[in-house]
């Protein structure tokens, strides 16, 4: 058994990203500046869109793409329930009305006959989540948007990089958010980026990003810049520091080559548990290039004596951290007793949340750490087979 806790999750950062943050502090300028100019320009390149907008975090990206479509109180925008807390909160914010809907039994993304039973005339938008790095079935998704005229805005906190049918995600809806939590592909601590082909959101995301002040309102400091300035709305502080984007620039150059490592180690764990009955391991669908921001299990409950939780237990045991994600959001307190949303109603969600685990999968990782994971999945499962 390993001595060491191995972590579910350590980010890739090394010399590169601190001389560069150095510089950043040595500069007197920390705040949004030239790096993040510099961090945007070459984000919106890498993934072939118009616009990108840097901000401090994938929340505050999906939140000012649902002002950028004019959602308004009393609006419903349908989102996964298998999703992280941020893809649902920012609909209240506007006093619109998430909708949940249930995933695909398979790949746990947003199931697009799901998003079309529950679309009614309040609905004014679709954010599909692409869960662990898969992007989410967009034909479906944009037709169906293309036929109720509704919105779409991509949660993409995992999907970078990531394709689908050969086109980029960040490309394909009205509006694709990403995130730069220390978890993610790439990270900047917390951070988020906004992308989309759209002149007037991009004008719009921008300008609310900072305040609702009229355009570059960042410069105010600097030479080229001047103190007089224009509220043109009431904005909000979203805006990413230039020490972030000074990570940021630094992580995308190695974008692809921490994807290659990345889906290396899934196909490692593929090949180790693919003949094993007492778990499923990821599909993935042909017309996807999938992220692998995580790998997700899915135990089968029925060929085992113990739970998913006390699985996790287990590998905790031998020191191996985990995840799951998610706890469907109609599962938590708030969904349930104040929404009154019912498990009967999410039945997929409901159920793969019982078997899901998301197991470490970093571009750290040794050879020997992921042995070891595979080591302490098959000897729980061994010891503890029906
Ligand atoms: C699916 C999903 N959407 C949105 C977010 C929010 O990202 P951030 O922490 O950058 O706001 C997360 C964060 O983990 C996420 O997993």
Redesign the pocket.
């Known amino acids: 058994m390993r001595t060491e806790f191995l972590p579910f999750h350590l980010p890739d950062i090394d010399e590169a990203e601190i001389s560069s943050v150095e510089q950043i502090l040595r500069s007197g300028w920390l705040t949004t500046g030239p790096k993040v100019r510099e961090f945007e320009r070459h984000f919106a390149e890498f993934v072939g869109a118009r616009h990108a907008i840097a901000v401090n975090?994938?929340?505050?990206?999906?939140h000012l793409a649902l002002d950028a479509v004019g959602i308004k109180e009393g609006d419903e925008v349908i989102v996964p329930t298998l999703?992280?807390a941020?893809?649902a909160e920012v609909v209240f914010y506007f006093r619109a009305r998430p909708v949940l809907v249930d995933c695909c039994p398979k790949t746990l993304n947003i199931d697009p006959e799901q998003i079309e039973r529950a679309i009614t005339p309040r609905t004014r938008a679709i954010i599909p989540?692409h869960?662990a790095g898969q992007p989410c079935q967009m034909d479906s998704i944009r037709d169906i948007a293309q036929r109720h005229n509704l919105a779409v805005i991509e949660?993409a906190?995992?999907a970078l990089p990531a394709r689908y049918r050969n086109r980029m995600v960040g490309t394909i809806g009205d509006i694709t958010?990403f995130?730069?939590?220390a978890?993610?592909t790439i990270t900047t601590g917390?951070?988020?980026m906004i992308t989309t082909d759209n002149d007037e959101y991009a004008e719009r995301m921008r300008i609310m990003s900072l305040h609702g002040i009229s355009k570059d309102a960042w410069k105010r400091y600097t030479a080229e810049g001047s103190w007089r300035y224009d509220i043109l709305f009431p904005g909000y502080k979203y805006n990413l520091t230039d020490i972030a984007g000074a990570l940021g620039v630094e992580q995308l150059k190695k974008c692809c080559r921490f994807y290659e490592t990345r889906k290396q180690l899934a196909h490692r764990f593929d090949h180790a548990f693919a003949n094993i009955p007492a778990l499923t391991i990821p599909f993935v669908d042909d017309a996807v290039e999938h992220a692998w921001h995580l790998y997700v299990i899915q135990l089968n409950l029925e060929q085992l004596a113990i739970n998913r939780d006390r699985f996790i237990e287990e590998l905790k045991l031998v020191n191996i951290g985990t995840s799951v994600?998610?706890i469907p959001l109609h599962l938590h307190p708030f969904y349930r007793d104040a929404l009154h949303y019912d498990a009967s109603e999410f039945p997929r969600a409901t159920q793969a949340f019982d078997q899901i685990i998301s197991l470490p999968l970093f571009t750290r990782m040794t050879s020997q750490d992921q042995q070891d994971v595979i080591d302490a999945v098959q000897n729980t499962i061994k010891h503890h087979r029906r």
């Open positions: 975090s994938c929340t505050a990206a999906l999703t992280f941020a893809t989540v869960f949660d906190a995992h958010c995130s730069f939590y978890t993610k917390e951070g988020g994600h998610f």
